[in-house]
Every structure is written in C-alpha cells, then in structure tokens.
Nanobody
Framework: QAQLVESGGGLVQAGGSLRLSCAGSGRTFTYYTMGWFRQAPGKEREFVAAITWNGSSRRYADSVKGRFTISRDNAKNTVYLQMNSLKPEDAAVYSC????????????????WGQGTQVTVSS
C-alpha cells in the first residue's frame, strides 16, 4: 500500500521558518514528480511547489517564490519543503503528493496524497 506521511507542521510566528517533510512508503516514488499543495479553511486547495524526479527542475507558486524551497532525497523516498519568512496567509493544511509527470500544478494529476500537516502562522 503506497503511503505518504507528512511531518514538521506547527505554530510559528510571522517571519519564522518551518521545514516540512513527506516520507513515502509502500513503493518507490523515485521516478515521479513530487509536489506540495495547501488548503486554508474555506478556500480551494492550491499548488505550492513541485520538483521533478531527479531534482533538476522546480516550480513554485508566485505567492511563495523566494521564500519556500522544495527538495527531495530519493534514497529516503522523501520530499521537503523549507518555508522561510512565513506570513499569516501561509497558514493552511499542507499536503504532499506524487504520481504526476512533469511540474504539474494541477492536483488532479497527482495520484498519491498524504493526509496533510497543519501550519499555523501567528501575526
């Protein structure tokens, strides 16, 4: 059973940093794009960042560009999201996903999803 499990969420003050991790198990996701999405209460799920299977290309939402960095360690079947200079509007449930090809921003193209981890940013 393929599974993705996120960790690293929590409460942080505006301007602070968090590092999210997403570990895969049950199968290897080495050859898939991995992505991060987020959903705030009352809002639609939105794309945050994606990274190709070998880490050679990355894509970010405009709202996080320059503040967030996505990376991956295929040996550990894990993808990371380093979030710096956090803002209150970054507060959401962050979910990792994989199974897509290319740097897709569309959630429907991702086959496997984690349960999500809550990020709360206080002002």
């Amino acid at each position: 059973q393929a599974q993705l499990v996120e960790s690293g969420g929590g409460l942080v003050q505006a301007g602070g940093s968090l590092r999210l991790s997403c570990a895969g198990s049950g199968r290897t996701f080495t050859y898939y794009t991995m992505g991060w999405f987020r959903q705030a209460p009352g809002k639609e799920r939105e794309f945050v960042a994606a990274i190709t299977w070998n880490g050679s290309s990355r894509r970010y939402a405009d709202s996080v560009k320059g503040r967030f960095t996505i990376s991956r360690d295929n040996a550990k079947n894990t993808v990371y999201l380093q979030m710096n200079s956090l803002k209150p509007e970054d507060a959401a449930v962050y979910s990792c996903a994989t199974g897509a090809q290319g740097l897709s921003i569309w959630s429907g193209e991702y086959r496997y999803w984690g349960q999500g981890t809550q990020v709360t940013v206080s002002s």
